[in-house]
């Protein structure tokens, strides 16, 4: 879906100025442009929270059955970061996988293949459909559910999505004892000038953050949601809360290189979604929605992350945001949502 032409686009990144805490200068240049971070200081970065890494690893390995949980939709970043875990560092992975309802068939099937040929367990938790429809359905009607910084790196319905995925994941940890998590962020996801890569997870801010979560949730399917988040007594021992990881700060990324390297465990690109996603099918038809609520791709600030890195060109992060929906899946999804096509 094409960004209206009114609006202006920063000339080095995709950044709009529509969008919260993006300024334009005189010369059509945002004010993060004006603050990139050099390439060499990204590498002491990369050197550094990779050297940090192998020393949590030291430490925690072989502490549980496994060592470490990670968050896998099937996606090329996700699967690339299942690989690298245990190739690179001979950890006992296990692979976790939230269904929606709305997962490409691919994706799927790439879950199973390539679990097969990595040697590694995967479970899927998938919440019965009626309650994510309803989730859905009052995440594209209530666009004040989360807050807008919250909205400038994912939709409404994503962001519904995330947090029930991402709390799964803590309390499968909690529970099986596995001392680290870890989801495949890329480096366009990072929250800062330097990605938070490690940090260890405990009970205060857990609390808080789970509230934050089930807070938008519960208005819209009341107690129903209480499975999928902790429960008081997975707060009693802080020891049990897991250090949060993400191996793709510390990489050279290249989503090329990426998907080449995973295809060799059968992993296959799905055909059914949008260039931006490899794994969700419900993904084209949240991004049409946020455009039509606050105007801006819910995906500009991640693509925008990668250009200022130069690890995509800018017209191929322009060409992805107003690539055209397949009007095929957007009628499917609807259907499958209850809503008029």
Known sequence: MEISEKIQICKLCVLSDNMDGVRLDADG???HCHKITSEAQLQIWREEDEAEFRELVAEKRGQGAYDVVVGWSGGKDSTYTVAMLKERYN????????????VSPTAIKNLNVVSENLGVDLMIIKPRFDLMQRIFQGSITDKEMYSRNALHR???ICNSCMGLA??????IAIEKRIPM???????????????GALFPTNPAIM????????????????????????EEEHFADASRFPWNVSPLAWVDYDEEKIKEHIKQYGWEKPTDTDPNSTNCLLNTFANVIHIKQFGFNPYAKELAGLVRQGKMERQEALDRLNTKEDPKILQKVEARLGREA
């Open 29 to 31: 240049v945002c004010n």
């Open 207 to 230: 609390r808080n953050m789970m509230e934050a979560s089930m807070k938008p949730l519960r208005k819209l399917v009341g107690e129903a949601i209480n499975p999928y988040f902790l």
């Open 166 to 171: 991402k709390f799964i994941a803590l309390r």
């Open 91 to 102: 950890l006992r992975v296990l692979g976790f996988s939230f269904d929606n309802g709305f």
């Open 181 to 195: 998590m870890a989801f495949g962020w890329t480096p366009g996801q990072q929250t800062g000038g330097r990605m």
């Open 154 to 156: 994912a939709s409404v």
